[in-house]
């Protein structure tokens, strides 16, 4: 028999894809390099990083990702941008975006819903709350 641990690990790992492309769009390099090895320690291993917004429309138009890791405060174009731009071209829903930010006001939280994202981490970023926001 296997242990409840176990059985809790295994039901997990049934949920969760190893192979998802994940791309990260974050201007600060300490950020950068966290989320990574944060990816990298939950096994993910696609990974694909991006300055800011037009770095990250560039990426999302050359390659098809499952997941959006949007920093919502970045030069040149910021993460509202992005969202605006992926709702314009219908990009919404066939990509999962988690927007990070350090900021806590609600109203941050309220715009990202209003685009329909439904998760959101702030930062600093938990890897715990990081590993819920993939799996849901």
């Known amino acids: 028999?296997?242990?409840?641990?176990?059985?809790?690990?295994?039901?997990?790992?049934?949920?969760?894809k190893k192979d998802l492309n994940i791309l990260?769009?974050?201007?600060?390099?300490?950020?950068?390099?966290?989320?990574?090895?944060?990816?990298?320690?939950?096994?993910y291993k696609?990974?694909?990083?991006?300055?800011?917004?037009?770095?990250?429309?560039?990426?999302?138009?050359?390659?098809?990702?499952?997941?959006?890791?949007?920093?919502?405060?970045?030069?040149r174009l910021d993460g509202y941008q992005v969202l605006d731009y992926l709702k314009k071209n219908n990009m919404i829903k066939s990509l999962k975006i988690i927007p990070l930010t350090a900021s806590v006001l609600e109203e941050d939280q309220n715009r990202c819903q209003s685009y329909g994202v439904n998760y959101f981490l702030r930062k600093p970023i938990d890897i715990k709350e990081l590993k819920t926001a993939l799996l849901s």
């Open 1 to 16: 028999t296997i242990s409840e641990s176990q059985y809790i690990k295994k039901k997990d790992s049934m949920k969760f």
């Open 24 to 43: 990260i769009a974050e201007d600060i390099k300490y950020n950068q390099e966290l989320l990574m090895s944060m990816l990298q320690t939950c096994g």
């Open 46 to 75: 696609s990974i694909t990083i991006t300055n800011d917004g037009i770095e990250a429309i560039q990426a999302i138009q050359s390659k098809q990702f499952d997941v959006l890791l949007l920093d919502l405060r970045m030069p």
